[in-house]
Protein backbone atom coordinates (compact mmCIF):
# COMPACT_ATOMS: atom_id res chain seq x y z
CA UNK A 1 0.00 0.00 0.00
CA UNK A 2 0.98 3.27 -0.75
CA UNK A 3 0.67 6.47 1.65
CA UNK A 4 1.71 10.09 2.25
CA UNK A 5 2.70 12.13 4.91
CA UNK A 6 2.51 15.79 4.92
CA UNK A 7 3.74 16.44 8.57
CA UNK A 8 3.05 20.09 8.44
CA UNK A 9 -0.65 20.90 9.04
CA UNK A 10 -0.34 24.57 8.71
CA UNK A 11 1.88 27.12 7.95
CA UNK A 12 1.72 30.90 8.30
CA UNK A 13 4.13 33.44 6.12
CA UNK A 14 4.59 37.58 5.58
CA UNK A 15 4.36 37.71 2.47
CA UNK A 16 7.96 37.85 0.51
CA UNK A 17 8.97 34.82 2.59
CA UNK A 18 10.34 31.72 1.23
CA UNK A 19 8.08 28.41 2.34
CA UNK A 20 8.72 25.23 2.04
CA UNK A 21 6.14 22.69 2.37
CA UNK A 22 7.60 18.63 3.49
CA UNK A 23 6.03 15.66 1.69
CA UNK A 24 7.27 12.18 2.36
CA UNK A 25 6.06 9.26 0.60
CA UNK A 26 5.74 5.41 1.19
CA UNK A 27 5.61 2.71 -1.65
CA UNK A 28 7.33 -0.62 -2.66
CA UNK A 29 6.92 0.41 -5.80
CA UNK A 30 10.00 1.26 -8.12
CA UNK A 31 7.76 3.06 -10.40
CA UNK A 32 5.54 5.82 -9.66
CA UNK A 33 4.48 9.57 -9.88
CA UNK A 34 4.19 11.93 -7.60
CA UNK A 35 2.25 15.09 -7.99
CA UNK A 36 1.52 18.43 -6.19
CA UNK A 37 -1.91 19.78 -5.94
CA UNK A 38 -2.76 23.61 -4.76
CA UNK A 39 -6.87 23.94 -3.29
CA UNK A 40 -7.90 26.96 -3.19
CA UNK A 41 -10.62 28.23 -0.88
CA UNK A 42 -13.13 27.83 -4.17
CA UNK A 43 -12.35 23.57 -3.42
CA UNK A 44 -11.09 22.72 -6.44
CA UNK A 45 -7.79 20.62 -6.92
CA UNK A 46 -5.64 22.82 -9.29
CA UNK A 47 -2.55 20.22 -10.77
CA UNK A 48 0.54 22.16 -9.95
CA UNK A 49 3.13 19.33 -10.81
CA UNK A 50 3.99 15.45 -11.98
CA UNK A 51 7.46 14.18 -11.49
CA UNK A 52 8.03 10.53 -12.45
CA UNK A 53 10.13 8.20 -10.08
CA UNK A 54 13.08 7.98 -12.87
CA UNK A 55 13.66 11.51 -13.16
CA UNK A 56 14.97 13.12 -9.81
CA UNK A 57 15.82 16.35 -11.16
CA UNK A 58 14.81 18.82 -9.16
CA UNK A 59 12.35 22.00 -10.95
CA UNK A 60 11.62 25.25 -11.29
CA UNK A 61 9.01 27.10 -12.52
CA UNK A 62 8.56 30.58 -11.87
CA UNK A 63 8.44 31.09 -7.78
CA UNK A 64 7.90 27.14 -7.58
CA UNK A 65 10.42 24.50 -7.42
CA UNK A 66 10.56 21.27 -6.51
CA UNK A 67 13.31 18.99 -4.62
CA UNK A 68 12.35 15.18 -5.28
CA UNK A 69 15.39 12.83 -3.27
CA UNK A 70 14.35 9.08 -3.42
CA UNK A 71 16.99 8.30 -0.70
CA UNK A 72 14.92 10.22 1.53
CA UNK A 73 11.49 9.31 -0.25
CA UNK A 74 10.93 13.19 -0.16
CA UNK A 75 9.40 15.45 -2.60
CA UNK A 76 9.55 18.77 -1.28
CA UNK A 77 7.76 22.03 -2.17
CA UNK A 78 9.25 25.90 -2.36
CA UNK A 79 7.58 28.77 -2.94
CA UNK A 80 10.20 31.69 -3.13
CA UNK A 81 9.00 35.43 -2.16
CA UNK A 82 5.20 33.90 -1.21
CA UNK A 83 1.99 35.94 -2.04
CA UNK A 84 -0.83 36.51 -0.85
CA UNK A 85 -2.78 34.50 -3.65
CA UNK A 86 -0.53 31.60 -2.54
CA UNK A 87 -3.02 31.15 0.36
CA UNK A 88 -4.40 27.45 -0.10
CA UNK A 89 -3.98 23.89 1.16
CA UNK A 90 -1.73 22.24 -0.34
CA UNK A 91 -1.60 18.57 -1.38
CA UNK A 92 0.77 15.95 -2.13
CA UNK A 93 -0.06 12.32 -3.96
CA UNK A 94 1.49 9.59 -4.89
CA UNK A 95 -0.12 7.24 -8.22
CA UNK A 96 1.93 3.76 -9.29
CA UNK A 97 2.24 4.13 -12.91
CA UNK A 98 -0.20 1.95 -15.31
CA UNK A 99 -3.24 2.38 -16.42
CA UNK A 100 -5.48 1.92 -13.43
CA UNK A 101 -4.18 3.35 -10.61
CA UNK A 102 -5.92 6.04 -8.04
CA UNK A 103 -4.04 9.07 -6.41
CA UNK A 104 -2.99 8.41 -2.70
CA UNK A 105 -3.32 11.64 -1.05
CA UNK A 106 -1.22 13.14 2.19
CA UNK A 107 -3.86 15.02 4.70
CA UNK A 108 -2.24 18.40 2.85
CA UNK A 109 -0.75 21.98 4.67
CA UNK A 110 -2.81 25.05 4.84
CA UNK A 111 -0.82 27.86 4.05
CA UNK A 112 -1.37 31.12 5.20
CA UNK A 113 0.36 34.11 3.42
CA UNK A 114 -0.36 37.66 5.18
CA UNK A 115 0.78 40.82 4.07
CA UNK B 1 -11.10 23.27 -23.85
CA UNK B 2 -13.88 22.42 -21.09
CA UNK B 3 -12.44 21.55 -18.25
CA UNK B 4 -14.35 18.57 -15.86
CA UNK B 5 -17.41 19.95 -14.71
CA UNK B 6 -19.47 18.72 -11.92
CA UNK B 7 -23.08 19.32 -11.03
CA UNK B 8 -24.86 19.74 -8.39
CA UNK B 9 -22.41 22.35 -6.77
CA UNK B 10 -24.56 21.75 -3.40
CA UNK B 11 -26.80 19.33 -2.04
CA UNK B 12 -28.52 18.76 0.93
CA UNK B 13 -30.34 15.49 1.81
CA UNK B 14 -31.27 13.82 5.00
CA UNK B 15 -30.06 10.63 6.24
CA UNK B 16 -31.62 7.43 4.23
CA UNK B 17 -31.69 9.09 0.92
CA UNK B 18 -30.49 8.20 -2.58
CA UNK B 19 -28.03 11.02 -4.07
CA UNK B 20 -26.41 11.02 -8.07
CA UNK B 21 -23.75 13.41 -8.52
CA UNK B 22 -22.51 13.79 -12.53
CA UNK B 23 -19.39 14.38 -14.11
CA UNK B 24 -18.14 15.64 -17.20
CA UNK B 25 -14.53 14.46 -18.05
CA UNK B 26 -11.91 17.25 -19.94
CA UNK B 27 -12.71 17.31 -23.85
CA UNK B 28 -10.27 14.34 -24.65
CA UNK B 29 -10.01 12.34 -21.32
CA UNK B 30 -11.63 8.55 -21.00
CA UNK B 31 -11.21 8.03 -17.75
CA UNK B 32 -13.18 9.19 -14.49
CA UNK B 33 -12.04 8.43 -10.94
CA UNK B 34 -13.72 9.71 -7.86
CA UNK B 35 -12.57 11.05 -4.67
CA UNK B 36 -14.48 11.92 -1.25
CA UNK B 37 -12.78 14.61 0.62
CA UNK B 38 -14.41 14.83 4.13
CA UNK B 39 -13.76 18.31 6.39
CA UNK B 40 -9.76 18.89 6.68
CA UNK B 41 -8.62 15.97 5.00
CA UNK B 42 -7.24 15.02 2.05
CA UNK B 43 -9.30 13.43 -1.23
CA UNK B 44 -9.77 9.54 -0.67
CA UNK B 45 -10.32 7.20 -3.84
CA UNK B 46 -13.49 5.54 -4.59
CA UNK B 47 -13.30 4.35 -7.71
CA UNK B 48 -12.14 4.75 -11.27
CA UNK B 49 -13.86 4.13 -14.75
CA UNK B 50 -13.05 3.40 -18.01
CA UNK B 51 -14.76 1.93 -21.10
CA UNK B 52 -17.65 2.10 -19.03
CA UNK B 53 -16.32 -0.39 -16.28
CA UNK B 54 -15.58 0.08 -12.94
CA UNK B 55 -11.80 -0.69 -13.20
CA UNK B 56 -10.52 -0.18 -9.62
CA UNK B 57 -12.41 0.70 -6.28
CA UNK B 58 -11.18 2.11 -3.25
CA UNK B 59 -12.31 0.82 0.28
CA UNK B 60 -15.79 2.26 0.35
CA UNK B 61 -19.47 0.31 1.12
CA UNK B 62 -21.11 -1.03 -1.70
CA UNK B 63 -23.57 1.97 -1.59
CA UNK B 64 -21.44 3.70 -3.11
CA UNK B 65 -21.70 2.72 -6.71
CA UNK B 66 -21.24 4.65 -10.27
CA UNK B 67 -21.50 4.78 -14.28
CA UNK B 68 -19.73 5.51 -16.92
CA UNK B 69 -21.69 6.89 -20.07
CA UNK B 70 -20.57 6.29 -23.87
CA UNK B 71 -19.57 9.82 -24.11
CA UNK B 72 -17.34 9.51 -21.27
CA UNK B 73 -19.45 11.47 -18.40
CA UNK B 74 -19.79 9.44 -15.23
CA UNK B 75 -22.20 9.43 -12.12
CA UNK B 76 -21.38 8.59 -8.74
CA UNK B 77 -24.69 6.94 -6.65
CA UNK B 78 -24.79 6.88 -2.81
CA UNK B 79 -27.54 4.91 -1.28
CA UNK B 80 -29.06 4.97 2.08
CA UNK B 81 -26.80 8.22 3.04
CA UNK B 82 -25.01 8.26 6.59
CA UNK B 83 -24.06 11.87 8.43
CA UNK B 84 -20.93 10.68 7.59
CA UNK B 85 -21.05 10.66 3.70
CA UNK B 86 -21.14 14.69 4.16
CA UNK B 87 -18.26 15.68 2.29
CA UNK B 88 -16.73 17.55 -1.13
CA UNK B 89 -16.88 14.70 -3.92
CA UNK B 90 -14.50 15.41 -6.81
CA UNK B 91 -14.46 14.11 -9.66
CA UNK B 92 -11.08 13.55 -12.03
CA UNK B 93 -10.51 12.97 -15.17
CA UNK B 94 -7.42 11.64 -17.19
CA UNK B 95 -6.66 9.81 -20.52
CA UNK B 96 -5.00 6.32 -20.32
CA UNK B 97 -0.86 6.60 -21.28
CA UNK B 98 -1.09 10.38 -19.90
CA UNK B 99 0.70 9.51 -17.35
CA UNK B 100 -1.42 8.97 -14.55
CA UNK B 101 -2.27 13.36 -14.95
CA UNK B 102 -5.59 13.33 -13.59
CA UNK B 103 -7.37 17.17 -13.82
CA UNK B 104 -10.19 17.60 -11.17
CA UNK B 105 -13.36 18.93 -11.10
CA UNK B 106 -14.74 21.99 -8.89
CA UNK B 107 -16.77 19.21 -6.90
CA UNK B 108 -20.26 18.75 -5.45
CA UNK B 109 -20.64 19.88 -1.71
CA UNK B 110 -23.07 17.07 -0.08
CA UNK B 111 -24.68 17.51 3.01
CA UNK B 112 -26.61 14.77 5.43
CA UNK B 113 -28.59 15.93 7.84
Known sequence: AQKVTQAQTEISVVEKEDVTLDCVYETRDTTYYLFWYKQPPSGELVFLIRRNSFDEQNEISGRYSWNFQKSTSSFNFTITASQVVDSAVYFCALTLTGTASKLTFGTGTRLQVTL | ?113
Do not use: M
Open chain 2, 1 to 113: DAGVTQSPTHLIKTRGQQVTLRCSPKSGHDTVSWYQQALGQGPQFIFQYYEEEERQRGNFPDRFSGHQFPNYSSELNVNALLLGDSALYLCASSLVGQGNEQYFGPGTRLTVT
